[in-house]
């Protein structure tokens, strides 16, 4: 059955508007922002082959598009509010399109915000999302607000999604459950929305983890003008991934990626309001590192205190 | 040379922000919206080979990709505020992302508009922007507001886009003078911001051409529940076409796409309102027709008053 543009719009993703001015029909969505918010902004662009997998459920790559770009609005604090959504895809497929979109705005609806605008047109699959959200002024978690003696901290664990494209590559062998569990992990990542509204106020940096543990921490700190030093048996980690061999949970764990868990710097003093957060919010939060005087640069220690090798460990990178 | 990602941001498109309180770099921007206004947001995802062949010059890309979307902003009479960019393309190449950069940074610059986030990825060559402006509660056009007996107005001249696109697939021979101007039209779009905000409080309804003046109008017929009358002899038109055959011109006119000139409907007694805000911006406008009652359909007459046969002439949709 061929669906024009047009119809193919109303009939997956036009639904009626409930906080926006105006929603998706229109030349553009207006939206209310309330008085004296700032507007977070977010981008991201998800590619076929490079950031989803072609045997992902449709439902479950609906998810994933709005939940890398929540995620980001998690890192600063910030309450969605709406999104966009521009879809490229090579046919008008509704055995693809009707569960995309379910994925998507169920999402949406467990968030409380709404499409409001988007473009659709054929061509290879990618999915560009924006999203908005409000924040108080001067609130937002920013990556350069890391200080000397603040502590680092992991939500949830890391290195599930890494380890399922490890499975996929052929490279690591999982029991059927181990191997649902990490696709789980890769493919229906959970943004940390209401733990970053919680920690307003109370850590001083935040990023999500999209690129690897490395790469994201060593953004916060070249912002932040610091360097730190983690503890590798802190870092957090599914009894899967514990399982592993060494030197694949130090890939899974350092420079995985596709984690979208949130990593946090706040000061020592305000241990107990991190994990009086984590409780609210039923999301763990585990104390992993500790921000240090640039001059010590970014160190992993292990066990009994020695310097892992960090060398060949580079940061996920779209373009190599 | 091989630029990662981040340099890759950084060099080609991070600059200081003006008027965002956060730009490029951070997990999200932060935009500090006038109070009271609403946020006019709207994306517009372009495809290789579907929305621009491979022969356009970079720079000339650069520039397309944000007009079409201010020429959004402007169909709603909004002010251009900020944008962000999702871009795809198969390699970092320096020769085709410094004159991209240039080209769109020099729109944004004539519209006092900055880059706030974005995205960038290795994948088919895609640009996805999200365009955000700003507008008084109740004065944004929309394209629901045409009543009957309303004048139908066009900004500039309609068809060179679609007439170069013709001269390119070798449907038609132009002169090397004729064919770079129609070459600029479909390459350099000049959104109709200025107009767009001039028309605020006269104009009843507005739209942008991406589709073709058929689609496009037609949109604005469902949206408001009219009908129209469309007269093909005062459709403003280059010497250029105008020279065509007439089937050619026909094609061009009504379901050209790619315009991104304004369709707008505005009550009679505002003719002359009309005529001063084509004179204040600069831009031309010309009444091409009159709103009708919904039973009346959508015709075309031509200079004696016979009803044009339509038949075949389909809105162009980006999935046909």
């Known amino acids: ?37 700032q507007l977070a902004v977010s981008t991201d662009l998800l590619v076929e082959g490079r950031h989803f997998l072609s045997t992902v459920a449709p439902a479950r790559l609906g998810h994933k598009a709005l939940a890398v770009n929540l995620s980001d609005l998690a890192a600063c604090g910030a309450e ?39 473009d659709t047109t054929a061509g290879p699959l990618s999915i560009a999302i924006t999203v908005f959200g409000e924040v108080p ?49 890769m493919e229906l990542p959970q943004p940390r929305v209401a733990l970053g509204l919680a920690l307003r106020g109370i850590a001083s940096a935040a ?4 690129d690897g543990l490395l790469g994201d921490l060593g953004h916060v700190l070249r912002r932040s003008g610091c360097g730190a030093t983690l503890y590798f ?10 399982a ?32 009086a957060a984590a409780n609210q919010t039923g999301v763990a939060l585990t104390c992993v590192g500790r921000v240090e005087d640039a001059a010590q640069g970014l160190r992993v220690l292990d066990a009994s205190g020695q310097a892992l090798n960090l060398q060949g460990l580079a940061a996920f990178d779209h373009f190599r």
């Open 137 to 185: 002024p001067g609130q937002a978690l920013l990556r350069s607000g890391a200080r000397v003696g603040d502590e680092l901290w992991l939500s949830g664990t890391l290195g599930d999604a890494r380890l399922a494209l490890e499975a996929f590559r052929g490279q690591v062998q999982l029991s059927g459950e181990g191997f649902e569990q990490a696709r789980r992990a």
């Open 80 to 118: 969605p509010l709406a999104f966009t959504l521009a879809l490229s895809m090579p046919a008008v497929r509704e055995d693809f399109l009707a569960p995309f979109a379910q994925g998507l705005l169920a999402l949406a609806d467990a968030n409380g915000i709404e499409l409001v605008g988007g």
């Open 1 to 37: 059955m061929a669906l024009g543009e047009f119809e193919l719009i109303d009939r997956y993703f036009r639904r009626p508007v409930r906080r926006a001015a105006l929603g998706v029909g229109d030349d553009c969505a207006l939206l209310q922002p309330r008085a004296g918010m």
């Open 244 to 275: 592993q061999p060494l030197a694949l949970q130090r890939t899974c764990l350092l420079t995985g990626g596709d984690d979208y868990e949130l990593l946090l710097a706040a000061p020592a003093a305000r241990h107990d309001h991190m994990l």
């Open 233 to 242: 048996d802190a870092l957090p980690r599914s009894a899967l991934l514990a």
């Open 207 to 210: 990023i999500d983890l999209s």
